[in-house]
């Protein structure tokens, strides 16, 4: 079982709709998770952490952690072209400097 | 803002080569790494090096070495250049380390696209 799973996709949503990302886990020790964008030819940046069971809200962005099921979302309100891109969830284990990457989510925001 | 830079873009290289990648961040950052991305694999570790002269091995380390003589420089090195070897390198940095709690906030370089003929 890889340690974090993401659907490759493309996902496809309509401008202004909701886009939902998910992500599980495999290690229950995991602490500190994180969505990462990355445009196409380019690094990946962050733009969410999430660190408690929960919401964290950030402007459009919504990330939400469920330890007990072992999984991750993101969700971003009122998509835009601009928000077309590949995100990457990631985790960082307690104890550990090693962050951890899924494989990432493509997302296609269609005007 | 915080700046990691690779040394080279772009690389094409033959097999049996030895190839350095070079990383230098302007942070202050205690911990880097160099990643690999492929299609399809997503972003894998080769290394990590949480201090200056330390290094651990990430998942993939086979084929690669690292030196970290300076606290700002990570350098990732091919002793022998291999086609398998063809991909993207990243280079990250981050705060934490022996100095503090890891924040897990990585800061990529812009990449160094390498292709091993």
């Known amino acids: 079982q890889k340690e974090v799973e993401q659907n490759s996709g493309p996902l496809s949503v309509p401008e202004g709709a909701i886009a939902s990302l998910n992500c599980t886990y495999s290690?229950?020790?995991?602490?500190?998770f994180f969505w990462y964008r990355q445009y196409s030819g380019k690094s990946p940046e962050l733009i969410m952490s999430?660190?408690?069971?929960g919401d964290k809200e950030d402007g459009r962005f919504t990330a939400q952690l469920n330890k007990a099921s072992q999984y991750v979302s993101l969700l971003i309100r009122d998509s835009q072209p601009s928000d077309s891109a590949t995100y990457l969830c990631?985790?960082?284990?307690?104890?550990?400097?090693?962050?951890?990457f899924g494989t990432g989510t493509k997302l296609q925001v269609i005007p | 803002d915080v700046k990691v830079t690779q040394s080279s873009r772009y690389l094409v290289k033959r097999t049996g080569e030895k190839v350095f990648l070079e990383c230098v961040q302007d942070?202050?950052?205690?911990?880097m790494f160099w990643y690999r991305q492929d299609p399809g694999l997503g972003l894998r570790l080769i290394y990590f090096?949480?201090?200056?002269?330390?290094?651990e091995k990430g998942d993939i380390p086979e084929g690669y070495s690292v030196s970290r003589e300076k606290k700002e420089r990570f350098s990732l090195i091919l002793e022998s250049a291999s086609t398998n070897q063809t991909s993207m390198y990243l280079c990250?940095?981050?705060?934490?380390?022996?100095?503090?709690?890891?924040?897990?906030?990585?800061?990529f370089g812009e990449g160094s696209r390498l292709t091993v003929l």
């Open positions: 990631a985790l960082l284990r307690g104890g550990y400097q090693k962050v951890t």
């Open positions: 090096s949480y201090d200056v002269k330390m290094k």
């Open positions: 942070m202050d950052h205690e911990n």
């Open positions: 990250a940095s981050s705060s934490g380390g022996t100095s503090g709690p890891d924040t897990g906030e990585l800061f």
């Open positions: 999430i660190y408690s069971n």
């Open positions: 290690d229950r020790v995991s602490q500190s």
